[in-house]
């Protein structure tokens, strides 16, 4: 279960020795700084030994510092403001090469999601999405870009598939009114994460569809009511998320769900090409 990690410290903070409580001071003050530095840089900001940074957190109930720092970074992932994001992202890369440290990190989220996304959730939401009789696809904010390029990308295989217009607010619920058994709905959301999707996937739970989650950690809002779970990397890229992982772990599905359906996409995308070409569409012009 997700811990509050500030509520912790601030709880136990009489039984901290000092120099543990200099460190858990600076958390406290500094949590959005230290989610990014080792223990020997906090312990240096803090006048303790690596050491002690190292046995206080796992005083705290982590198996080591790696895991702090993993929970730490979810936390100010989830309530930083995009101010504070922006702040702590121009911390982190400093007066660098902000193309090669941007890109670079890109290339990790993708890199982290390969090796760690489960084989078998991604085979059966490809199993959902080929059975399903209606999908409808949600995303907000950010994601709102990723769930219009899913939508897009589905549409050219099936005729079932509906985008649900989030820029609606109370009209969001109308539209998911038919929903229910043999339905699959395609959230999407990472951090700060929308409340709009969180109870779209709780109104298609209780009309019995099932739900299909891509976002960024088990621990994810969206992730409890879904009967597949996709985890994609993505890490702070100022005040918004890189969504590079997700984005490519869409690409995968639609490449996965075209090849069950072969033949069927052959023949739409040949009579797609025929009405570009008569409605003139596309500049072919190569010149």
Known sequence: ??????????????GFSKGQRQIAR??????????YMTAAKLGSEVSVSESTVVRFVMELGYAGYPEFQKALQEL?????????????????????????????????NIRHTLESISRTAFRDAVDALVKAKNIYIIGVRSSAML??????????????????DTTAGSELFQQMMAIGEG?????????????????AVEFARRAGADVVALTDSPESPIAPSAQQVLIAQSDMASYVDSL??????????????????????????????HIWDEYD???KNQG
Do not use: C, W
């Open 1 to 14: 279960m997700k811990r509050d990690i500030l509520r912790t410290i601030e709880e136990n903070m009489d």
């Open 26 to 35: 600076y958390l406290l003050a500094h949590y959005d700084k230290a989610a």
């Open 76 to 108: 100010i992932r989830t309530k930083l403001t995009s101010f504070q994001r922006m702040e702590v992202t121009n911390h982190l890369i400093g007066d660098g090469d902000v193309l090669e440290k941007v890109l670079n990190t890109n290339v990790d």
């Open 147 to 164: 769930a219009n390029f899913f939508s897009y990308s589905l549409q050219m295989i099936f005729d079932n598939v509906r985008l649900i």
């Open 183 to 199: 339905d699959v709905l395609f959230a999407i959301s990472f951090p700060r994460y929308s409340k709009r999707v969180i109870k």
């Open 244 to 273: 590079v992982a997700p984005l490519s772990l869409l690409n995968a599905i639609i490449v996965a769900v075209s090849r069950t359906r072969e033949d069927e996409v052959r023949e739409r995308l040949q009579k797609l090409e």
């Open 281 to 283: 569409v596309y500049d």
